[in-house]
């Protein structure tokens, strides 16, 4: 899949920078479109240098957030049609568990967005449940529709559709340089390639290349703890249990979330949503004795909430999130160069709607309406950098 090594040139419909499943969700779009599509990826794939490796994700109908409450059966309905294009299964529905206190607005925010939710009392929880524990003034509602999307496969499975769509997929290109215009050039460390269209969809390397073209966006990389428990007695919860989200806890603030373990069996998968700033290219060089305050905050949760684990991880690695400072995306035109469309600061939660946020990435770099408000989205919302980006 490696890009040739000699230096070649080409033109597209439209180039998208960025082979997470953001980007390779847009150029399926465009592909579909019967837009002649280049999709450049740095890395060579499949890599774990992003966000959007490992083997899973939790995917939810409850959203705490209306623009996004009202994506999710479109989500959904996307994803399906991946899995019956790609003749494999994307998704694995377990229910899921928003646990927090009683009349928290974000809980309270999450029952509003289903159509069929349920409250569950301690007691009830026990009972169908046992693993998870709740405390006192702690409510638990239940997401029939929440399960596990296999994030691997599904990101070969959208580059497997767009390549059969008749789009490009150039790995091991880093862009040097981009230059506006009604033509776009885009030049690598291989090629340079011309469009009418630019998306951008770099990850954690969005703001490195916006830089250049006079927008400085407010997104901080994060480097997560994403953390594996095994059971105190083996039993059924790291096979079968259903997914979870904690949200409201005073101990932590920025919410917890929980599945079972596609990565390592016999395990569960539970971290913390939030993380370390760092330099994406220097994710993994962690000097060693280090603190790690987050995995300290999830053995005290684990003790607490599911006692029926081991306190302290079996296997940690990282991952990288990217965060807006309101924890909303980034779906917009660049201010001054509209054929330049940006889709940035997904903040730990984007992976389950990029089916969607493929489709408006692709609408607006066609100049159509998008099929949801971007609104919610918009670089506008950010007055004084964009202020000083022109």
Known sequence: MAAHSQPHQATYDAIVIGAGIQGSFTAYHLAQRHRDTLLLEQFILPH?????????????????????????????????????????????????????PAGDPELEGCRHSL??????????????????????????????TGGVLFADRALRAVQDAFRRHGGTLQDGERVL????????????????????????????WTGALLAPLGLRLPLQPLRIDVCYWKEKESGSASRAGPCFMAMGLSQAPHGIYGLPALEYPGL?????????????????????????????????????????????????ETCLYTNTPDGDFILDRHPKYSNIIIGAGFSGHGFKLAPVVGKLLCELSLGEEPSYSTAPFAITRFPGVLQAAL
């Open 177 to 204: 340089h981009i230059e506006p215009g009604a033509a776009l050039t885009v030049t690598t460390t291989t090629g340079v390639y011309r469009a009418p269209r630019l998306v951008i969809t770099a990850g954690a």
């Open 115 to 144: 159509r069929d939710s349920h409250i569950l009392d301690a007691m009830e929880l026990g009972q169908r449940f046992p693993g998870l524990r709740l405390h006192a003034g702690e409510v638990a509602l239940w997401d029939s």
């Open 48 to 100: 774990s240098r992003g966000s959007s490796h490992g083997q899973s994700r939790i995917t939810r109908s409850a959203y705490p957030r209306v623009p996004y409450a009202c994506m999710m059966p479109d989500s959904f309905r996307l994803w399906k049609q991946l899995e019956d294009e790609a003749g494999t299964s994307l998704y694995r529905r377990t229910g899921l568990v928003v646990l927090g």
């Open 268 to 316: 569960v998968k539970v971290c913390y949503h939030h993380g370390s700033p760092t330099d994406p290219d220097e994710r993994d060089r962690v000097p060693p004795g280090t603190p790690r305050s987050d995995v300290s905050l999830l053995s005290s949760f684990i003790s607490s909430h599911l006692p029926g684990l081991e306190p302290w991880p079996a296997v940690v």
